[in-house]
């Protein structure tokens, strides 16, 4: 379902979505995960948007999934990460790009530090 009219941000987040997560996302993933991903709700495998989407329900959930699907994913943080960097190469800096295109994003409390000049 597709609220009307899109936010900019998501404008911009599903801009090139085929070259961030190719046609359909669900087919880079492994079947145990995917498979678990869909008894909760129904993603768009085309959508940058869903698969963040997945990717933090997953994350916050990690402790309640079957130990097969935890297995397939990795550890959290590193395992975690690596099972979607190596899927979607280009997804973390497109999402990054597109935080840091928009002033409202970049300053959000949510972002601000990782934008932050402060010589940290």
Same mark, same amino acid.
């Given at each position: 379902?597709?609220?009307?009219?899109?936010?900019?941000?998501l404008v911009?987040?599903? /801009? #090139?979505?085929?070259?961030?997560? #190719?046609p359909d996302w669900h087919k880079r993933l492994d079947k145990v995960f995917d498979d678990n991903l869909g008894k909760f709700r129904k993603y768009d495998g085309r959508s940058v948007q869903d698969l963040m989407r997945a990717l933090r329900n997953k994350k916050h959930h990690y402790q309640d999934l079957p130990d097969n699907v935890k297995r397939s994913l990795g550890v959290l943080p590193e395992g975690f990460l690596s099972y979607? /960097?190596?899927?979607f190469?280009?997804?973390?800096?497109?999402?990054? #790009?597109v935080v840091s295109a928009d002033p409202l994003l970049r300053n959000d409390a949510m972002f601000r530090s990782y934008f932050d000049s402060g010589g940290d």
């Open positions: 379902m597709c609220r009307e009219p899109r936010e900019p941000q911009a987040l599903e /801009t #090139g979505a085929p070259d961030v997560v #190719g979607f /960097t190596k899927r190469p280009r997804l973390f800096l497109h999402v990054y #790009g």
